[in-house]
């Protein structure tokens, strides 16, 4: 069982950055493939980014290249999303997941490829 917790939302002006956390427990992610995802209001959840357990591979969505990045701390057990030039279309609830059932380069983009979830952090990008 892996529990996740996000940390980092918040309130920001357009143009802003914003960092999120995700601290794992209950397993290493040395053989966990992670990933954020958001979900605006009205809207279905929606891919933001993935890391391999390798920590080798990447992957964004269209909407997000170029302006955030996903990073990994095994040390401290925790995923990182730096997100730059924010933009009032990324207000959403950001969560992270987790899935142990992929191999060491997969950074899968699809909801139901993931087993755990955190309980999401609210981030509002203001005009």
């Known amino acids: 069982q892996v529990q996740l917790v996000e940390s980092g939302g918040g309130a920001v002006q357009a143009g802003g950055s914003l960092r999120l956390s995700c601290a794992a427990t209950?397993?290493?992610?040395?053989?966990?493939?992670m990933g954020w995802f958001r979900q605006a209001p009205g809207k279905e959840r929606e891919f933001v980014a993935a890391?391999?357990?390798?920590?080798?591979?990447?992957d964004y969505a269209d909407a997000v290249k170029g302006r955030f990045t996903i990073s990994m701390d095994n040390a401290k057990d925790t995923v990182y999303l730096q997100m730059s030039s924010l933009e009032v279309e990324d207000t959403a609830v950001y969560y992270c997941?987790?899935?142990?059932?992929?191999?060491?380069?997969?950074?899968?983009?699809?909801?139901?490829?993931?087993?755990?979830w955190g309980q999401g952090t609210q981030v509002t990008v203001s005009d």
């Open positions: 997941a987790a899935t142990p059932r992929r191999g060491p380069w997969d950074v899968p983009s699809a909801i139901n490829e993931y087993d755990f």
């Open positions: 209950g397993h290493s992610l040395g053989s966990i493939a």
């Open positions: 890391i391999s357990w390798s920590g080798t591979r990447l």
